[in-house]
T-cell receptor, first 113, second 112 residues
Framework: AQTVTQSQPEMSVQEAETVTLSCTYD???????LFWYKQPPSRQMILVIR??????QNATENRFSVNFQKAAKSFSLKISDSQLGDAAMYFC??????????FGAGTILRVKS | DAMVIQNPRYQVTQFGKPVTLSCSQT?????MYWYQQKSSQAPKLLFH???????NEADTPDNFQSRRPNTSFCFLDIRSPGLGDAAMYLC???????????FGPGTRLLVL
């Protein structure tokens, strides 16, 4: 079974600075998808970014980018120019062959003004 | 805009009184999922529908049931809610390829 590990329960970043959230996963599959979801206090899960394992190029979405290291099974999220609205719980997730999401435990991101 | 809608956003029920949570989607997705999320935890998959094909997770209590009368709607029925069932319930959808799941805003259930 796949597992997803987020080793940072909480992170803090100053507004306008850059922060990186870590995620590692374990799988024997070669083709899969990885995701970062954001969950603000409203509790709606919002897709931040998606990475297909077969793509070597790291995904980017505006201020959000990932560092995908397939051999190391690492999938970190970098948030540039952090904004107050980025404060939320961030979940790393792996989509397995059964189309089910395996979530990490989450990282709470705090943004200081 | 295409979206996933959950009603109600907040639901209060009494211990043991059946309750139904609703999810609808305008994305025309084949797959619909129900998750339970307790405070400060990751969502836990309860079950999902692939079209009309129901797939229950092995550790989902019998107290939880689901119905999907058509592509757009899916319901979560809790037959006899206990205090431990108080949680946020998230509905999500995906296409048949299932690359990405899109979530609704959730229903927060309180059991008195």
């Amino acid at each position: 079974a796949q597992t997803v590990t987020q080793s940072q329960p909480e992170m803090s970043v100053q507004e306008a600075e850059t922060v990186t959230l870590s995620c590692t996963y374990d799988t024997s599959e070669s083709d899969y998808y990885l995701f970062w979801y954001k969950q603000p206090p409203s509790r709606q899960m919002i897709l931040v970014i998606r990475q297909e394992a077969y793509k070597q190029q790291n995904a980017t979405e505006n201020r959000f980018s990932v560092n995908f290291q397939k051999a190391a099974k690492s999938f970190s999220l970098k948030i540039s120019d952090s904004q107050l609205g980025d404060a939320a719980m961030y979940f790393c997730a792996y989509r397995n062959r059964g189309n089910k999401l395996v979530f990490g435990a989450g990282t709470i991101l705090r943004v200081k003004s | 805009d295409a979206m996933v809608i959950q009603n109600p956003r907040y639901q209060v029920t009494q211990f043991g009184k059946p309750v139904t949570l609703s999810c609808s989607q305008t994305l025309n997705h084949n797959v619909m999922y129900w998750y339970q999320q307790k405070s400060s935890q990751a969502p836990k998959l309860l079950f999902h529908y692939y079209d009309k094909d129901f797939n229950n997770e092995a550790d989902t209590p019998d107290n939880f049931q689901s119905r999907r009368p058509n592509t757009s709607f899916c319901f979560l029925d809790i037959r006899s809610p206990g205090l431990g069932d108080a949680a946020m319930y998230l509905c999500a959808t995906s296409s048949s390829k299932g690359e990405t799941q899109y979530f609704g805003p959730g229903t927060r259930l309180l059991v008195l």
